[in-house]
């Protein structure tokens, strides 16, 4: 349980963080491959692929996914931590059309369907 907690609260950070900056799958495999020993690294990943809030398999897809606004990150109360995005949206007067972009890595599947909708 101790081990889940605390990649609960690592992936909150990453999320954090990603949303300030651009936030790469190349750079969490290398901070994963470069802080947790190979054995600590398949315990994780076991722990992961058997945790049923998600269907990451991986400690890298799981950091991924809280990058991508995918993996939910469960508070101490319960409840789900809400995700922050970034979006520029464009309004043509002219025509009345709206765009809406996504900056940065964020693909939350919610977000996706009501850009999609926008459209």
């Known amino acids: 349980m101790l081990p889940m907690i605390l990649f609960n609260v690592v992936s909150s950070l990453v999320a954090e963080m990603a949303s300030h900056v651009d936030m790469h799958a190349d750079k969490i495999g290398d901070i994963i491959d470069d802080l947790i020993p190979a054995s600590a690294k398949k315990e994780l990943d076991k722990a992961i692929k058997d945790d049923p ?11 991924m996914g809280a990058v ?36 940065g890595a964020v693909n939350a599947p919610i977000l996706s369907a009501v850009m999609n909708a926008a459209k």
């Open 68 to 103: 991508e606004g995918k993996l939910p990150i469960i508070k101490a109360d319960g409840t789900i931590k809400p995700i922050k995005i970034t979006l520029n949206i464009s309004y043509d007067p002219t025509t009345g059309d709206v765009d809406i972009e996504k900056v």
């Open 53 to 63: 809030t998600h269907t990451f398999s991986t400690a890298k897809d799981a950091l």
